[in-house]
T-cell receptor
Framework: AQSVAQPEDQVNVAEGNPLTVKCTYSVSGNPYLFWYVQYPNRGLQFLLK??????LVKGSYGFEAEFNKSQTSFHLKKPSALVSDSALYFCAVREAANYGQNFVFGPGTRLSVLP | SQTIHQWPATLVQPVGSPLSLECTVE??????LYWYRQAAGRGLQLLFYSVGIGQISSEVPQNLSASRPQDRQFILSSKKLLLSDSGFYLC?????????????FGPGTRLLVL
């Protein structure tokens, strides 16, 4: 069965500092991995995804994520955090070989960027 | 471009009353459609998904039901709401079945059952 863990419930970072939001996954085969962001009382917005190829994926709003197969991780990063990045972040996984499987979402990590 | 709409945006309903939430997608055909519930601003629980008109799969047994009367319309219903039905309901869509497609979400409906 697929699963996603986001080990940090809350991440605090100062504006201008780099940020990392962690995600680890478990699937039987190859994963398709996604990051979403949610602002208060809004739907989830897609940031980026890893399907295949380069392990470093660049996405919206200056975010990037690195796929690490040996560590089964897909951490979200940004070189310089903005106060406006404060939001709830979700990692999601689908198993590549199982087309019928739906998305499995992690529990979310709340990011607070302090001015 | 594709857009997804949900209404109402917010809803306050008494326990035992019926529910109908609507989701529509514009700008695409034959989407896969999903209903999620999010409690207390945290994780998402998949409730239903549909790959076509009249085709509904339920992920969690409960007093909710879903219907897809038209290609781009997905409705979430209940005959009698429970307090535990309160939450943020999100509709989402994808196109295709390769597994690589991105899932896009609507703005959500906040439901408060009193």
């Amino acid at each position: 069965a697929q699963s996603v863990a986001q080990p940090e419930d809350q991440v605090n970072v100062a504006e201008g500092n780099p940020l990392t939001v962690k995600c680890t996954y478990s699937v039987s085969g190859n994963p398709y991995l996604f990051w979403y962001v949610q602002y208060p009382n809004r739907g989830l917005q897609f940031l980026l995804k890893y399907i295949t190829g380069d392990n470093l994926v660049k996405g919206s709003y200056g975010f990037e994520a690195e796929f690490n197969k040996s560590q089964t991780s897909f951490h979200l990063k940004k070189p310089s955090a903005l106060v406006s990045d404060s939001a709830l972040y979700f990692c999601a996984v689908r198993e590549a070989a199982n087309y019928g499987q739906n998305f499995v979402f992690g529990p979310g990590t709340r990011l607070s960027v302090l001015p | 471009s594709q857009t997804i709409h949900q209404w109402p945006a917010t809803l306050v309903q008494p326990v035992g009353s019926p529910l109908s939430l609507e989701c529509t997608v514009e700008g695409t055909s034959n989407p896969n459609l999903y209903w999620y519930r999010q409690a207390a601003g945290r994780g998402l629980q998949l409730l239903f998904y549909s790959v076509g008109i009249g085709q509904i799969s339920s992920e969690v047994p409960q007093n909710l039901s879903a219907s897809r009367p038209q290609d781009r319309q997905f409705i979430l219903s209940s005959k009698k709401l429970l307090l535990s039905d309160s939450g943020f309901y999100l509709c989402a869509w994808t196109i295709g079945a390769s597994g690589t497609e991105t899932q896009y979400f609507g703005p959500g409906t906040r439901l408060l059952v009193l």
